[in-house]
């Protein structure tokens, strides 16, 4: 998949999250029936989901991000700092066990001075890693690699991401008694709020192009 402009990410994300937040509002319902309280399985199923839903559309709306300034084929000069640190990213990890031969150094050194005005390549397959457990570390993590602020909304909800990773793999593990029905629906509204932020984030990052680096 290909995404050349700034409409087609926003397309692509409200086509995403909407199938998502389809079922998130479907579980909110069966986490308040009409009488009596939800079944145990319900709950679990829940924060599970619930999970599974916001894990995955922080990466493929990240990826999607960086497909698009992939294919934007700018300079490597013009783009922003994360971006940059994207494209050597896989050969500063390749240099980095080259302890003995010096050709990886000097392919890194010659991209540092020499190649900087050329065309950039990145892998956006393979630019974003929510390292199958997405609490606030690898989140924060993730908005950095793709320039957008953290601080500013986000951190104060580290402490609902880390809960949230923390449950689902206690019950994943069969390691954890039924959530409380409370905390489920808690969990489900806030992955539904959150991939609506994290959508406006990664839309509005594109809109502004946010990828390209600052002139003074």
Request: charged residues 25%; contains cysteine; proline residues 2%.
């Amino acid at each position: 998949m290909k995404i050349r402009a700034a409409q087609e990410l926003i397309n692509f994300l409200s086509e995403r999250k909407q199938n998502r937040k389809r079922e998130l509002i479907s579980l909110s319902q069966d986490l308040s029936p009409p009488k009596g309280h939800p079944t145990a399985h319900t709950c679990k199923a829940a924060v599970v989901l619930a999970y599974a839903h916001w894990e995955g559309f922080v990466k493929e709306a990240a990826q999607a991000y960086v497909n698009l300034v992939a294919h934007k084929s700018k300079r490597l000069d013009a783009l922003a700092l994360s971006f940059q640190a994207l494209v050597f990213r896989q050969e500063l990890l390749a240099a980095q066990s080259a302890t003995r031969r010096i050709q990886q150094h000097l392919s890194l050194t010659k991209r540092f001075t020499d190649d900087i005005t050329s065309s950039c390549k990145i892998d956006h397959d393979r630019a974003i890693d929510t390292e199958s457990n997405l609490n606030a570390e690898v989140f924060e993590n993730i908005c950095l690699s793709v320039g957008l602020d953290y601080q500013t909304y986000w951190a104060v909800h580290g402490h609902r991401m880390d809960d949230l990773v923390a449950n689902r793999c206690a019950i994943a593990h069969g390691e954890m008694s039924t959530p409380e029905d409370k905390y489920a629906r808690e969990a489900v509204n806030f992955v539904i709020k959150a991939i609506d932020q994290f959508s406006t984030d990664i839309e509005n990052a594109a809109t502004l192009e946010q990828y390209l680096r600052k002139t003074s």
